[in-house]
């Protein structure tokens, strides 16, 4: 029998490295997107295949549709097979609400919410075949919490949980789940572009009940967990690994 395929967008780097190399551990052939930094998805991929899985390495810009398309298009060639998609990729502009031009709001709405709906309409046809599959997205407490500078990327990732709902349902009798996991802050390269980086590390540091910032490894298992058995009745939701961070904003 095939192995099972697992997309996860925006792979290079960060967690969605540490979830491709996680799901390869488990034992899912992995395919690698990326936008810019071809080393590190060449990185990621040889790491995948150390651990005994292939790796299709696709570099897609996820907020440009017909760029998903070509992507799930490369998908059917190599694997012919899609289980699991994991959309991880984002960026954004950094700004607030006052000086945002719309530019810097298409560029983060198209990358981080536009790009769920399309890659899960392409990723939901391949699902089909296989008899169902699960959609595991990545969020930031920005969606529901005031963040400095951050009101575009927190208003797209609230579309992201709420569109995460939205298909949850209509997905459900596609034997397909739908959910996603909601960070704290991590320190990833995507923090290097805060102009308060400093200030939002010594706050994770000094004001997480858990006693420590989230590191990658903690959202990876809470998505693992979801794409388990253990999981099944959990649908639509967005879990909060923050640590009890967001319990004192
Ligand atoms: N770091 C945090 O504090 C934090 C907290 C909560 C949630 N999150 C969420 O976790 C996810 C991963 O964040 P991270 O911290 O790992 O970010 P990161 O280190 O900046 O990595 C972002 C990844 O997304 C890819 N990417 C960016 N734009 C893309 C595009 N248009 N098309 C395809 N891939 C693209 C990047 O690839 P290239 O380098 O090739 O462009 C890179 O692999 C994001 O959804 C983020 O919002 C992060």
Same mark, same amino acid.
Request: a neutral charge; one cysteine or more.
């Given at each position: 029998?095939?192995?099972?395929?697992?997309?996860?967008?925006?792979?290079?780097?960060?967690?969605?490295?540490? !979830?491709?190399?996680?799901?390869?551990?488990?034992?899912?052939?992995?395919?690698?997107?990326?936008?810019?930094?071809?080393?590190?998805?060449?990185?990621?991929?040889?790491?995948?295949?150390?651990?005994?899985?292939?790796?299709?390495?696709?570099?897609?810009?996820?907020?440009?549709?017909?760029?998903?398309?070509?992507?799930?298009?490369?998908?059917?060639?190599?694997?012919?097979?899609?289980?699991?998609?994991?959309?991880?990729?984002?960026?954004?502009v950094l700004r607030p609400a006052i000086d945002l031009?719309?530019?810097?709001?298409?560029?983060?709405?198209?990358?981080?919410?536009?790009?769920?709906?399309?890659?899960?309409?392409?990723?939901?046809?391949?699902?089909?075949?296989?008899?169902?599959?699960? !959609?595991?997205?990545?969020?930031?407490?920005?969606?529901?919490?005031y963040?400095e500078n951050y009101t575009a990327?927190?208003?797209?990732?609230?579309?992201?949980?709420?569109?995460?709902?939205?298909?949850?349902?209509?997905?459900?009798?596609?034997?397909?789940?739908?959910?996603?996991?909601?960070?704290?802050? !991590?320190?990833?390269?995507?923090?290097?572009?805060?102009?308060?980086?400093?200030?939002?590390?010594?706050?994770?540091?000094?004001?997480?009940?858990?006693?420590?910032?989230?590191?990658?490894?903690?959202?990876?298992?809470?998505?693992?967990?979801?794409?388990?058995?253990?999981?099944?009745?959990?649908?639509?939701?967005?879990?909060?690994?923050?640590?009890?961070?967001?319990?004192?904003?």
């Amino acid at each position: 029998m095939d192995k099972k395929v697992a997309v996860v967008t925006g792979s290079s780097r960060g967690i969605g490295r540490a !979830i491709a190399l996680r799901l390869a551990q488990e034992g899912f052939d992995i395919v690698v997107n990326y936008a810019r930094s071809k080393e590190a998805a060449l990185q990621t991929a040889k790491e995948i295949e150390a651990l005994g899985q292939k790796a299709l390495i696709v570099k897609a810009n996820v907020g440009k549709v017909e760029k998903i398309r070509e992507m799930f298009a490369q998908i059917d060639e190599a694997f012919g097979r899609v289980d699991v998609l994991i959309n991880n990729a984002a960026s954004g502009v950094l700004r607030p609400a006052i000086d945002l031009e719309e530019s810097h709001w298409d560029w983060t709405m198209d990358i981080n919410s536009k790009a769920l709906l399309f890659c899960a309409q392409e990723a939901v046809k391949r699902m089909e075949k296989v008899g169902g599959g699960k !959609i595991v997205s990545i969020s930031s407490l920005g969606s529901i919490r005031y963040l400095e500078n951050y009101t575009a990327v927190g208003v797209s990732k609230a579309a992201v949980e709420s569109l995460t709902r939205y298909l949850a349902v209509e997905l459900a009798s596609k034997n397909i789940s739908v959910n996603a996991v909601s960070g704290g802050a !991590i320190d990833t390269d995507a923090l290097k572009h805060f102009p308060n980086r400093d200030e939002l590390l010594a706050d994770a540091v000094a004001k997480t009940p858990a006693g420590r910032m989230v590191e990658p490894k903690d959202i990876v298992n809470a998505v693992l967990f979801l794409l388990s058995e253990q999981a099944e009745m959990i649908r639509g939701q967005t879990i909060i690994v923050d640590g009890g961070r967001s319990l004192l904003m």
